[in-house]
Protein backbone atom coordinates (compact mmCIF):
# COMPACT_ATOMS: atom_id res chain seq x y z
CA UNK A 1 0.00 0.00 0.00
CA UNK A 2 3.18 2.52 0.76
CA UNK A 3 4.13 1.79 -3.16
CA UNK A 4 0.47 3.25 -4.19
CA UNK A 5 0.42 5.79 -1.52
CA UNK A 6 3.71 7.11 -3.17
CA UNK A 7 2.17 6.61 -6.26
CA UNK A 8 -0.40 9.38 -5.76
CA UNK A 9 1.58 11.76 -3.87
CA UNK A 10 4.14 11.68 -6.42
CA UNK A 11 1.53 12.12 -9.55
CA UNK A 12 -0.94 14.51 -6.99
CA UNK A 13 2.52 17.22 -7.05
CA UNK A 14 2.88 16.72 -11.18
CA UNK A 15 -0.11 17.25 -12.33
CA UNK A 16 -0.92 20.48 -9.53
CA UNK A 17 2.82 21.67 -9.92
CA UNK A 18 2.67 21.56 -13.65
CA UNK A 19 -0.83 22.74 -14.13
CA UNK A 20 -1.15 25.05 -11.79
CA UNK A 21 2.16 27.08 -13.32
CA UNK A 22 -0.23 26.82 -17.13
CA UNK A 23 -3.03 28.64 -15.19
CA UNK A 24 -2.39 30.03 -12.08
CA UNK A 25 1.24 31.20 -12.45
CA UNK A 26 0.25 32.05 -16.44
CA UNK A 27 3.96 30.72 -17.09
CA UNK A 28 6.11 30.60 -20.53
CA UNK A 29 7.03 27.61 -22.17
CA UNK A 30 10.45 27.66 -20.49
CA UNK A 31 8.43 27.72 -17.03
CA UNK A 32 5.96 25.28 -17.78
CA UNK A 33 8.77 23.10 -19.07
CA UNK A 34 10.47 23.37 -15.53
CA UNK A 35 7.21 22.96 -13.85
CA UNK A 36 6.87 19.21 -14.79
CA UNK A 37 10.47 18.38 -15.10
CA UNK A 38 11.48 19.45 -11.70
CA UNK A 39 8.35 18.17 -9.99
CA UNK A 40 9.10 14.50 -11.35
CA UNK A 41 12.94 15.31 -10.38
CA UNK A 42 11.78 16.13 -6.84
CA UNK A 43 9.19 13.32 -6.29
CA UNK A 44 11.68 10.63 -8.13
CA UNK A 45 14.22 11.59 -5.48
CA UNK A 46 11.17 11.49 -2.19
CA UNK A 47 9.11 9.11 -3.15
CA UNK A 48 10.67 7.09 -6.15
CA UNK A 49 12.39 5.55 -3.62
CA UNK A 50 9.25 3.72 -2.02
CA UNK A 51 7.59 3.33 -5.31
CA UNK A 52 10.16 3.66 -8.17
CA UNK A 53 8.37 6.95 -9.04
CA UNK A 54 6.42 6.28 -12.13
CA UNK A 55 4.05 8.87 -11.79
CA UNK A 56 2.48 8.07 -15.18
CA UNK A 57 0.66 4.79 -16.24
CA UNK A 58 2.69 4.69 -20.12
CA UNK A 59 5.93 4.53 -17.67
CA UNK A 60 4.54 1.60 -15.92
CA UNK A 61 3.00 -0.22 -18.30
CA UNK A 62 6.95 -0.22 -19.79
CA UNK A 63 8.21 -1.30 -16.86
CA UNK A 64 5.23 -4.53 -16.46
CA UNK A 65 6.55 -5.06 -20.07
CA UNK A 66 10.05 -5.34 -19.35
CA UNK A 67 8.99 -7.59 -16.14
CA UNK A 68 10.31 -4.72 -13.98
CA UNK A 69 6.73 -4.89 -11.73
CA UNK A 70 3.96 -7.78 -11.44
CA UNK A 71 0.24 -6.87 -13.03
CA UNK A 72 -0.57 -6.94 -9.61
CA UNK A 73 1.17 -3.76 -9.37
CA UNK A 74 0.95 -2.36 -12.38
CA UNK A 75 -2.74 -2.10 -11.70
CA UNK A 76 -2.57 -0.43 -8.01
CA UNK A 77 0.03 2.17 -9.57
CA UNK A 78 -2.42 2.88 -12.64
CA UNK A 79 -5.13 3.91 -10.50
CA UNK A 80 -2.99 5.08 -7.94
CA UNK A 81 -1.92 7.90 -10.65
CA UNK A 82 -5.23 8.31 -11.82
CA UNK A 83 -6.39 9.23 -8.04
CA UNK A 84 -3.13 11.47 -7.67
CA UNK A 85 -4.43 13.34 -10.88
CA UNK A 86 -8.42 13.98 -9.82
CA UNK A 87 -7.28 15.28 -7.06
CA UNK A 88 -4.37 17.37 -8.20
CA UNK A 89 -7.06 18.89 -10.82
CA UNK A 90 -9.73 19.42 -8.39
CA UNK A 91 -7.28 21.64 -6.08
CA UNK A 92 -6.56 23.67 -9.16
CA UNK A 93 -10.08 23.82 -10.25
CA UNK A 94 -10.89 25.46 -6.34
CA UNK A 95 -8.29 27.81 -6.60
CA UNK A 96 -8.48 29.08 -9.94
CA UNK A 97 -12.28 29.58 -8.92
CA UNK A 98 -11.23 30.96 -5.62
CA UNK A 99 -9.37 33.35 -7.80
CA UNK A 100 -12.06 34.29 -9.93
CA UNK A 101 -10.60 32.55 -13.21
CA UNK A 102 -12.51 30.88 -15.99
CA UNK A 103 -12.40 27.33 -14.87
CA UNK A 104 -12.75 26.19 -18.14
CA UNK A 105 -9.05 26.56 -18.29
CA UNK A 106 -6.96 23.85 -15.69
CA UNK A 107 -4.14 23.47 -18.13
CA UNK A 108 -5.91 20.45 -20.35
CA UNK A 109 -3.68 19.03 -23.37
CA UNK A 110 -5.54 19.37 -26.79
CA UNK A 111 -4.48 19.95 -30.34
CA UNK A 112 -6.16 22.48 -32.28
CA UNK A 113 -3.40 23.76 -34.20
CA UNK A 114 -2.73 19.98 -35.96
CA UNK A 115 -4.58 17.22 -37.11
CA UNK A 116 -5.53 14.19 -35.20
CA UNK A 117 -2.65 12.13 -37.02
CA UNK A 118 -0.19 14.55 -36.03
CA UNK A 119 -1.13 14.19 -32.67
CA UNK A 120 -1.24 10.96 -32.23
CA UNK A 121 1.91 11.06 -33.70
CA UNK A 122 3.59 13.59 -31.65
CA UNK A 123 2.37 11.92 -28.58
CA UNK A 124 3.43 8.79 -29.52
CA UNK A 125 6.63 9.99 -30.24
CA UNK A 126 7.75 12.13 -27.81
CA UNK A 127 6.87 9.41 -24.55
CA UNK A 128 8.64 6.67 -26.64
CA UNK A 129 11.65 8.99 -26.17
CA UNK A 130 11.00 9.44 -22.68
CA UNK A 131 10.02 6.04 -21.62
CA UNK A 132 13.12 4.71 -23.18
CA UNK A 133 15.52 6.97 -21.74
CA UNK A 134 13.49 5.96 -18.33
CA UNK A 135 14.07 2.41 -19.15
CA UNK A 136 17.73 2.86 -20.29
CA UNK A 137 18.56 4.93 -16.95
CA UNK A 138 17.03 2.89 -14.57
CA UNK A 139 18.63 -0.50 -16.10
CA UNK A 140 20.56 -2.50 -13.81
CA UNK A 141 22.68 -3.16 -16.44
CA UNK A 142 22.92 0.19 -17.56
CA UNK A 143 21.38 2.18 -16.04
CA UNK A 144 22.48 5.35 -13.22
CA UNK A 145 20.62 5.37 -10.00
CA UNK A 146 22.86 8.03 -8.50
CA UNK A 147 21.21 10.33 -11.03
CA UNK A 148 18.69 9.09 -12.85
CA UNK A 149 15.88 11.28 -10.89
CA UNK A 150 17.51 14.40 -12.98
CA UNK A 151 18.10 12.68 -15.71
CA UNK A 152 14.28 11.71 -16.38
CA UNK A 153 13.60 15.25 -15.12
CA UNK A 154 15.80 16.89 -18.22
CA UNK A 155 13.94 14.59 -20.39
CA UNK A 156 10.51 15.26 -19.27
CA UNK A 157 10.78 18.82 -19.92
CA UNK A 158 12.62 19.07 -22.95
CA UNK A 159 9.69 16.68 -24.68
CA UNK A 160 7.23 19.03 -23.12
CA UNK A 161 9.26 22.01 -24.54
CA UNK A 162 8.91 20.44 -28.36
CA UNK A 163 4.97 19.39 -27.58
CA UNK A 164 3.57 22.02 -25.74
CA UNK A 165 2.95 24.16 -28.70
CA UNK A 166 1.29 20.70 -30.70
CA UNK A 167 -0.51 18.70 -28.45
CA UNK A 168 0.15 20.40 -24.62
CA UNK A 169 2.94 17.86 -24.03
CA UNK A 170 1.32 15.30 -21.78
CA UNK A 171 3.62 11.90 -22.10
CA UNK A 172 0.95 10.54 -19.56
CA UNK A 173 -2.79 9.35 -19.71
CA UNK A 174 -3.23 10.64 -15.91
CA UNK A 175 -2.19 13.88 -16.27
CA UNK A 176 -4.53 14.42 -19.14
CA UNK A 177 -7.40 12.77 -17.70
CA UNK A 178 -7.35 15.08 -14.30
CA UNK A 179 -8.02 18.42 -15.83
CA UNK A 180 -10.35 16.96 -18.97
CA UNK A 181 -12.83 15.51 -16.12
CA UNK A 182 -13.90 19.05 -15.21
CA UNK A 183 -13.15 21.31 -17.93
CA UNK A 184 -15.15 18.35 -20.35
CA UNK A 185 -15.60 19.57 -23.83
CA UNK A 186 -12.86 18.97 -26.15
CA UNK A 187 -10.32 18.08 -23.96
CA UNK A 188 -12.70 15.15 -22.95
CA UNK A 189 -13.66 14.34 -26.21
CA UNK A 190 -9.95 13.76 -27.38
CA UNK A 191 -8.68 12.04 -24.50
CA UNK A 192 -8.54 8.75 -26.18
CA UNK A 193 -5.96 9.92 -27.99
CA UNK A 194 -3.99 10.93 -24.67
CA UNK A 195 -4.58 7.13 -23.50
CA UNK A 196 -3.72 5.09 -26.41
CA UNK A 197 -0.53 7.20 -27.72
CA UNK A 198 1.06 7.06 -24.52
CA UNK A 199 0.82 3.61 -24.37
CA UNK A 200 2.00 2.79 -28.08
CA UNK A 201 4.62 4.85 -27.14
CA UNK A 202 5.74 3.11 -23.94
CA UNK A 203 5.23 -0.29 -26.01
CA UNK A 204 7.60 0.37 -28.13
CA UNK A 205 10.08 2.03 -25.79
CA UNK A 206 10.28 -1.27 -23.89
CA UNK A 207 10.80 -3.10 -27.07
CA UNK A 208 13.62 -0.70 -28.30
CA UNK A 209 15.33 -1.18 -25.03
CA UNK A 210 14.87 -4.47 -24.38
CA UNK A 211 16.83 -4.92 -27.57
CA UNK A 212 19.48 -1.86 -26.50
CA UNK A 213 20.41 -4.52 -23.97
CA UNK A 214 18.26 -3.10 -20.99
CA UNK A 215 17.20 -5.95 -19.06
CA UNK A 216 18.94 -9.00 -17.14
Same mark, same amino acid.
Given at each position: ?9 ? /? ?10 ? $? ?6 ? /? ?7 ? $? ?14 ? %? ?8 ? %? ?6 ? #? ?6 ? #? ?25 ? /???? %? ?31 ? *? ?17 ? %? ?5 ? *? ?44
Amino acid at each position: MRKYIAEIIG /TFVLVFVGTGTV $VIAKGSTL /TIDLAFGLA $VTVMAYSVGAISGGHF %NPAVSLGMLL %NKRISGKD #FIGYVISQ #FIGAILASAMVFDLVHELGLSTKDLGQ /TDFP %NISVGGAFVTETLVTFLFVLVILLVTSRKLGNS *NFAGLIIGLTLGLMIIVAL %NLTGGSL *NPARSFGPALFVGGSAMAHYWLYLTAPLVGAVLAAGVSQYLGSEE
